[in-house]
Nanobody
């Protein structure tokens, strides 16, 4: 019923920039939060950035490792989450996943959804 699709990943040099998008589609009643995670080989999936409390204006949160370099934003009308990544470092190399807390039919039908991921590689 709900699908999340990430896009925008690719290869970029250290210090460069990249923009990611996550589009939620399907049967959506409302979205409470959308979050970016990333997973590097041999490492656990980690939190990157999010917009939560979307039903009441939205609040942003960032991991310390990306704060000041990454910016998360949204287009509520299009159910889309963005991640603008600047000053990229090799340590940012990972598969980036979009997660959304979505109600499909009513305010009592909340569930957690994941996208397929998009590869970001920061290398010279």
């Amino acid at each position: 019923q709900v699908q999340l699709v990430e896009s925008g990943g690719g290869l970029v040099q250290p210090g460069g920039s990249l923009s990611l998008s996550c589009v939620a589609s399907g049967t959506i009643y409302s979205i409470y939060a959308m979050t970016w995670y990333r997973e590097a080989p041999g490492k656990q999936r980690e939190f990157v950035a999010q917009i939560t409390n979307m039903l009441n204006g939205g609040d942003t949160n960032y991991a310390d490792s990306v704060k000041g370099r990454f910016t998360v934003s949204r287009d509520s009308a299009r159910n889309t989450l963005y991640l603008q990544m600047n000053s990229l470092k090799p340590e940012d190399t990972a598969v980036y996943y979009c997660n959304a807390d979505i109600a499909t039919h009513s305010s009592t039908s909340w569930a957690d959804y994941w996208g397929q991921g998009t590869q970001v590689t920061v290398s010279s």
